[in-house]
């Protein structure tokens, strides 16, 4: 694990969080949840895109310990595709940029790739949930593109638990 610390922001500025040492994993999901929250996010006034050209969205998992928000706090709010869903997908509102995503009860948050500026945003290493991937998009393989999270996938989250003691 490095001590690198990384200061991701909204699209404005307001909004800040930072990132200590390395992710989880990097990864785009290609579920049907978050193609349908991608759709609703951009489509919010001055939002810009979620969705990449195959319907995917990136993000960067780190454990919850190694992140902090260090400025626009009070411009967060939730989004969630229903009253019980135990995702919620956090938005800086004056801007409208999706920041994270957090699974109730989760140890990790998993960040929108975006809020990294390409040249720093750490290699994509899957995809997930790919059978849900939109009609006619055909994924390459440069990394591997499982139909549903794999045993490695959840690997690396159980590991990450257990390295927060």
């Known amino acids: 694990m490095t001590d690198d610390t990384t200061r991701l922001?909204?699209?404005?500025?307001?909004?800040?969080?930072q990132v200590q040492g390395e992710p989880i994993v990097s990864v785009e999901c290609l579920c049907a949840d978050c193609q349908r929250a991608g759709d609703i996010?951009?489509?919010?006034?001055d939002a810009l895109p979620?969705?990449?050209?195959?319907?995917?969205t990136r993000f960067v998992l780190y454990r919850k310990d190694r992140v902090q928000f260090v400025a626009g706090q009070e411009n967060l709010r939730e989004h969630r595709l229903?009253?019980?869903s135990k995702t919620r997908r956090v938005v800086a509102t004056c801007c409208n940029t999706p920041m994270f995503l957090e699974f109730t009860g989760g140890h990790w948050l998993s960040i929108y790739g975006r809020r990294w500026p390409a040249a720093s945003l750490p290699p994509l290493e899957m995809r997930t949930m790919t059978r849900d991937k939109p009609?006619?998009?055909t994924l390459t393989d440069d990394v591997?593109?499982?139909?549903?999270?794999?045993?490695?996938?959840?690997l690396r989250l159980l590991r990450a638990w257990a390295a927060m003691g």
């Open 9 to 17: 922001t909204c699209t404005c500025g307001q909004a800040a969080m």
């Open 41 to 45: 996010l951009q489509s919010l006034p």
């Open 50 to 56: 979620v969705l990449d050209h195959k319907g995917a």
């Open 82 to 84: 229903s009253e019980d």
């Open 135 to 137: 009609h006619g998009v």
């Open 144 to 154: 591997p593109n499982p139909n549903t999270h794999t045993v490695s996938f959840y």
